[in-house]
């Protein structure tokens, strides 16, 4: 063994290859390390970043430990030296001891020369003094350690054993393939299993690179732990390596002792026997012998259906392409979910998440068999008589990309049959082939002539498999990445199958993007066509040549024909190129990514002073607004009453700052009581305009101002552009520009970066007298008088807030008048598109009559009663417990999926297609979150437009936190408090995961600027657990006084957190007070779980119960850093639950055989208890209201 340990360790290290690995490793963790960043508190180079960025250089090394540990008895068969090694006295144990270890060795130096890279760029990136990168710690070598052993070494191992077993029993490369592509697909499921809550533990076991496990146990840490903790050699993680470790172990084993050297022999001399017992003499026949074009035809046709078939019929070509079936599956069935509910299999979902699903492993497919194309005869030794028959170059070359060409047809047409089928058997019928051919062959088709043609140039031109594929996967994701990351380029035309946005939509189809997508595509179809008509020139043909002959051979090849074809094809690529930048970058723009960055800071430079400076207030506003569909363009005048309420200053300045993000948006005219006005200063790149007033507006004076704006779209753009669509417009209230100026950067990294100053909160304090009288919305206006004349295409319907007046057409265009019959907020919409119209009624207390529709697209109808009933009990619960609402209407607006979310604005919520329209609630797991979200947005129509908070600090949580809360309570009304245990888990796992990605420190609730997870998740939960606590009365009786305070702006002031926070502390009895403060004014954890149960049957058939439960609370920092431990009692509630049981609603409910609350001391706490039925788990805060680090352990089976 140690003979062949020695020579192994001789060969490699002699070898250029494998520092060729040892740089590569290290040059890859060097960039990703060199170009890591931190938008938190959280060090660029903490321990936790570096164990981010060596996972996924251990998943990018599988190509090295393949290179190096899948060769070595492979190369003993290829070489044919295997024969002279086994004819020694050598054990078949020592050959492969040898061999391995060896081979294992070579592996570590490639990782030590990966963890060095690390080192390396880290060290550049707190060298560069990137502030907009993050802020840097000292170096520590023992953040390093850890992830070589746990990560790197382990996985090293693991992929090693696997592909040497491999080899050393089949003795094939592309077996090789399969493995690392299923080791890949193992990462990639339990990734996609994440997501969801009840299946995150199966993730633990499917990942064999370590990554997703380390995710599992850091998922709750803070900031702070982020910073200091180690990689955690404990729990699910350990469990995760030493399951994989073992596989390793495992494989190399069997390896071990199943490995002879008869087996290793065998199979290459049958195949001789097999080849010889196969040759029949036969009689020589007449061959006639043409070499014109005809035959020339000929010769490609049969190469290629070779070729073709060589691929088809390769057995691990089929292994692949079944996994690949299988994936696409997977990622239909557990992709096509929205909180763990299933959308219906529409057309365009399924041909998403099947050709998203096949995409990637496509690519891998077309990239292996580009290399094994190009070096099948080689490594079979049939190039010699094969290279030398009466065929042109030509023949030999393209008949091989017309096999992969023709794979990538098959692989195309495979993602419409996979849909069709997935459609027939979950029962839908409506196929739209229509839309299926589009998305696959003229969307992701030209993806994979592009691989093809880049695969197949560059392993001719490097002429070395492994070398071959590590470049090509370089150029495919590396280039990109150094794009991006280095130069800050979004440029389509300069990133490898670069394109334009775009998405597929049930209301607006593909839209204008197919017209885009299709221009780049063709342009990087011809740049990669120039590759293969330069790779024809440097074809191998016959025995190996140096580079150099290779060049003289090239300058040969470039006759005439190659001359010509080379020149249409760069002709028709340069005409495209032109065509495509002149849309990109003459019609529109490509800005950098951190353009925006820099614009928001000279901005900040130049207008700072105009921050808080008195301007005009809308009273009134009548808004016109035409859209025209087709052109995708807009024209609006807003018709403006305003008026000066800063009574100390007079203004003399009107500031407009345009907010419409079309950069062909124009500011067309300006009237001011009649009187054009004309810019005395215009800043066309940040879009700001200053006027002169002929006449100074004095305090409590009025004016009228008329604005008129324009905005059109010009070609294709590198933007989404989504305000203007065929059919879908959606526009808001920024097509109009703003009368004041405010700060856009909040980032302090960014901030620094550009030399200004240190942001520690984004808003003016709670005691801020002026920033109280304005509200955090808009605050060009307190409460207005509304109305919009809306125009769009003849057969599209027009939505803006308010009651509909009148509607009519006109020069085969329709029109719309809406006038809203209270006062609002400055904060309007407008949609338009062809909808169906879905329409219910809703009685208020008073037996006012309130119309309900949904605007929705002909296809999603089947969700509309669950749509209706959320805006019923929203309608009810908030009209009985708060104020009635004040108007006679409430719309639903269904728009296009280019983003996902609903926004309440007054009377009228639009809603994406993606969120409910075509979920499957009959299948649903848990609640239904159409009726949650409709909740949700139906109270905001009192919590943000009744009661608009005030612009401080912490004030938004009166909008969002109470409108969550009110969804609570209408879930708790439909489901029963037992039924959102899931909900409220959810809101839980959402909360502390997200702790660790906010930019700013964590701030209480009472303080929050930024942050869902602290407004919705938290702030939710809080009030939630408070009403529980109190009552659910008293709550809201507290909430009605509130709004009662101050809605419409009627003190004059808009509230504040701290005007809530006293509001509920004023009804909440004293001895529970506490709990008020610990969630509006500190970040508290609390650490609950069941130590011990046990449960015994009494002589009178009760039971008896004696379980014990540990309590502990922890207050925390801003950065997650402990204060201190309580040490006083808490009212937590503890159950006894007998077997979980389903309601009419089918969902899964607890069974409590007994509930209470309990003042718990600090520590552990033990109850006895009684109970007519058998429990089977004991629990602690069984409901998840209290926010619990760990709420898994907060239940307990009972034992005997």
Not at 995 to 1011: A, D, M, Q, Y
């Amino acid at each position: 063994m140690k003979e062949i340990l020695n020579f192994e360790l001789q060969y490699r290290l002699g070898r250029p290859a494998t520092w060729i690995y040892f740089s590569l490793g290290a040059l890859i963790a060097a960039l990703l390390a060199a170009f890591e960043q931190s938008a938190t508190a959280e060090f660029v180079n903490s321990p936790n970043n570096i164990t981010g960025v060596l996972v996924p250089v251990s998943v990018i090394a599988i190509f090295f430990y393949a290179a190096i540990m899948g060769v070595p008895v492979y190369r003993d068969a290829e070489h044919k030296t295997a024969e002279t090694y086994f004819t020694f006295p050598i054990k078949p144990t020592s050959y492969i001891w040898g061999r391995f270890l060896g081979s294992y060795l070579i592996a570590s130096l490639v990782n030590v020369g990966i963890v060095f890279g690390a080192v390396i760029g880290f060290g550049i990136g707190a060298f560069l003094e990137r502030p907009d990168f993050g802020s840097y710690t000292a170096f520590h070598f023992s953040s390093y350690v850890l992830p070589f052993i746990f990560i790197l070494q382990i996985n090293a191992l693991l992929i090693g054993s696997l592909f040497f077993s491999l080899m050393a029993f089949f003795k094939k490369m592309p077996i090789i393939y399969l493995g690392g592509i299923v080791l890949f697909l193992l990462y990639s499921i339990s990734g996609e299993l994440l997501s969801n809550l009840d299946n995150q533990w199966l993730s633990i076991y499917l990942d064999p690179f370590g990554g997703r496990a380390f995710s599992l146990v850091k998922k709750y840490w803070s900031i702070n732990e982020l910073n200091t903790n180690s990689l955690p050699i404990y729990g699910k993680f350990l469990i995760n390596r030493m399951l994989w470790l073992s596989a390793g172990i495992v494989l190399f084993l069997i390896t071990l002792f199943r490995f002879n050297y008869q087996t290793f022999l065998k199979s290459a001399k049958q195949k001789k026997q097999k080849l010889s017992s196969a040759i029949v003499p036969k009689a020589v026949t007449n061959i006639s012998q043409y070499f014109n074009k005809k035959s020339e035809r000929q010769n490609l046709l049969s190469l290629s259906k070779i070729e073709t078939l060589s691929i088809l019929k390769d057995p691990v070509f089929l292994i692949l392409l079944i996994i690949g079936i299988i994936v696409a599956l997977f990622t239909v069935y557990k992709g096509n979910e929205t909180y763990g509910t299933p959308n219906l299999p529409l057309t365009r979902y399924v041909v998403m998440y099947i050709s998203g699903g096949l995409s990637l492993l496509s690519i891998i497919i077309l990239v292996i068999y580009s290399g094994e194309a190009v070096h099948r005869t080689r490594k079979n030794k049939t190039f010699v008589f094969y290279d030398a028959l009466p065929i042109s170059d030509g023949s030999l070359y393209f008949s091989k990309i017309i096999a992969l060409l023709s794979t990538a047809v098959l692989l195309t047409t495979i993602n419409i049959v996979i849909a069709v089928l997935y459609q027939t058997i979950n029962g839908y019928f409506t196929y739209e082939l229509g839309m299926q051919f589009v998305y696959n062959f003229v969307l992701i088709f030209p993806g994979f002539v592009m691989t093809v043609l880049l695969a197949f140039f560059i392993h001719v031109l490097v002429n070395n498999k492994f070398l071959g594929h590590f470049v090509v996967i370089a150029l495919y994701i590396g280039l990109p990445l150094l794009v991006t990351l280095a130069f800050k380029s979004t440029n389509p035309m300069l990133i490898f199958t670069g394109a334009t946005p775009f998405f597929i939509s049930d209301l607006n189809g593909f839209g204008h993007y197919l017209v885009g997508v299709s221009w780049l595509n063709l342009y990087w179809v011809l740049a990669t066509t120039i590759l293969m008509i330069v790779g024809k020139l440097f074809w191998t043909r016959g025995f190996h040549a140096s580079f150099k002959e290779r060049m003289v051979l090239a300058k040969k090849r470039f006759t005439a024909p190659t001359i010509m074809m080379f020149s249409v094809t760069l002709l028709l690529f340069v005409a495209v190129a032109g065509y495509s930048y002149y849309n990109l970058k003459v019609l529109n723009t490509i800005n950098s990514s951190t353009y925006g960055d820099k614009t928001g800071a000279d901005a900040e430079k130049k207008y700072t002073k105009y921050i808080g400076q008195a301007h005009p207030i809308v009273t009134d506003l009548k808004a016109y607004i035409d859209i025209y569909p087709e052109e995708r363009g807009v024209m609006a005048r807003g018709e403006y009453t305003i008026t000066n309420t800063d009574q100390t200053k007079v203004i003399d300045t009107l500031l407009l700052e345009m907010q419409y993000p079309n950069m062909h948006t124009k500011l067309k005219k300006v009237l001011y009581n009649g009187k054009e006005l004309l810019p005395v200063y215009s800043d066309s790149v940040y879009r700001l305009f200053l006027y002169k007033l002929p006449e100074a507006l004095l305090p409590s004076a009025t004016a009228k101002l008329i604005l008129e704006v324009s905005a059109e779209t010009k070609g294709f753009a590198n933007e989404m552009e989504t305000q203007v669509l065929h059919n879908g417009s959606f526009l808001n209230n920024q097509i109009f520009p703003r009368f004041h100026y405010d700060r856009s950067l909040v980032d302090n990294g960014v901030r620094r970066k550009h030399g200004l100053e240190k942001l520690d909160y984004l808003l003016p304090p709670r005691s801020d007298s002026a920033a109280i009288k304005k509200n955090l919305f808009n605050e060009d206006a307190d409460y207005i008088n509304f109305e919009a004349i809306v125009s769009t295409a003849a057969d599209q319907i027009a939505i803006a807030p308010g009651k509909l007046h009148r509607q009519w057409t006109e020069k085969d265009r329709a029109y719309y008048h809406y006038k809203l019959e209270s006062e609002t907020d400055l904060f309007f919409n407008v949609v338009s598109a062809s909808y169906d119209i879905e329409r219910a009624e809703w009685i208020a207390p008073s037996g006012k009559k309130v119309a309900i529709e949904i605007y929705h697209s002909p296809k999603h109808k089947k969700n509309l009663k669950h749509f209706i009933e959320g805006a019923k009990v929203a309608l009810q619960y908030c009209s009985e417990n708060f104020m009635e609402y004040p108007n006679s209407v409430l719309r639903i607006v269904e728009f296009p999926a280019h983003s996902v979310f609903a926004q309440s604005f007054a009377t009228t919520i639009p809603y994406s297609e993606d969120f409910g329209f075509a979920a499957d609630f009959d299948r649903a797991e848990d609640f239904n979150y159409a009726f949650r979200v409709t909740t949700h947005e139906v109270a905001h129509q009192w919590w943000g437009h009744l009661v608009t908070p005030s612009k401080t600090s912490g004030a938004n949580i009166i909008s969002e936190t109470l409108a969550e809360y009110t969804s609570l309570m209408t879930m708790k009304q439909k489901y029963g408090e037992n039924g959102i245990k899931n909900f409220l888990k959810y809101s839980l796992d959402d909360y502390l995961r997200s702790r660790s990605f906010s930019f700013k420190p964590e701030r209480t609730l009472l303080n929050v600027e930024t942050g869902q997870h602290i407004w919705y998740r938290k702030g939710s939960m809080i009030m939630y657990h408070l009403q529980d606590v109190i009552g659910e009365k008293r709550m809201n009786d507290a909430l009605k006084k509130f709004t009662d305070e101050f809605k419409y702006y009627r003190k004059g002031v808009y509230p504040t957190s701290q005007d809530l926070y006293t509001a509920i502390r004023t009804i909440t009895p004293d001895s529970l007070k506490y709990l008020v403060d610990d969630g509006f004014n500190e970040i508290v954890l609390y650490e609950n779980r069941v130590t011990s149960a046990k449960t015994e049957k009494l002589p009178n058939a009760f039971y008896e119960t004696t379980f014990t439960v540990d309590s502990k609370k922890i207050y925390y920092n801003d950065s997650g850093k402990e204060k201190y431990v309580d040490s006083t009692a808490n009212y937590i509630e503890i159950g006894l639950f007998g077997e979980d049981i389903k309601d009419t609603l089918d969902v899964t409910l607890k069974n409590p055989y007994y509930l209470e609350r309990k003042w718990l001391q600090p520590g552990e706490n033990t109850f006895v208890v009684k109970t007519k039925e058998k429990p089977l788990r004991a629990g602690i805060d069984p409901y998840n209201k209290l926010i619990d680090r760990d709420s898994e352990d907060n239940l307990q089976s009972i034992e005997e």
